[in-house]
């Protein structure tokens, strides 16, 4: 069974960080292209970061310069580090895992007052 588990998120002040986690289990991990995505309300869910199982990387606009995507293949865990944080970046933010076929985590919120 396929499971992706988010941590991390929370309500922090614009200009601050957060470190989200994405636990992955009943994968093999290191061949999965792993991302996060968010959906802030009454938007569509849109791509933040994510990485190839080569390691190459790619960003939104609205978070390049700021946010950073790694992995740890040894623990079966991506990383997303927020800083700069902004009332935009308000979102739900979901892991998900791509190789053939997508897996979704349950999402954590990230709520940034202003």
């Known amino acids: 069974q396929v499971q992706l588990v988010e941590s991390g998120g929370g309500l922090v002040q614009a200009g601050g960080s957060l470190r989200l986690s994405c636990a992955a289990s009943?994968?093999?991990?290191?061949?999965?292209?792993m991302g996060w995505y968010r959906q802030a309300p009454g938007k569509q869910r849109e791509l933040v970061a994510r990485?190839?199982?080569?390691?190459?990387?790619d960003y939104a606009d609205s978070v390049k310069g700021r946010f950073t995507i790694s992995r740890d293949n040894a623990k079966n865990t991506v990383y997303l580090q927020m800083n700069g944080l902004k009332p935009e970046d308000t979102a739900v933010y979901y892991c998900?895992?791509?190789?053939?076929?997508?897996?979704w985590g349950q999402g954590t919120q990230v709520t940034v007052s202003s």
């Open positions: 998900n895992a791509l190789f053939l076929k997508d897996y």
């Open positions: 009943g994968i093999r991990f290191i061949i999965y292209a």
């Open positions: 990485m190839t199982s080569g390691g190459a990387t």
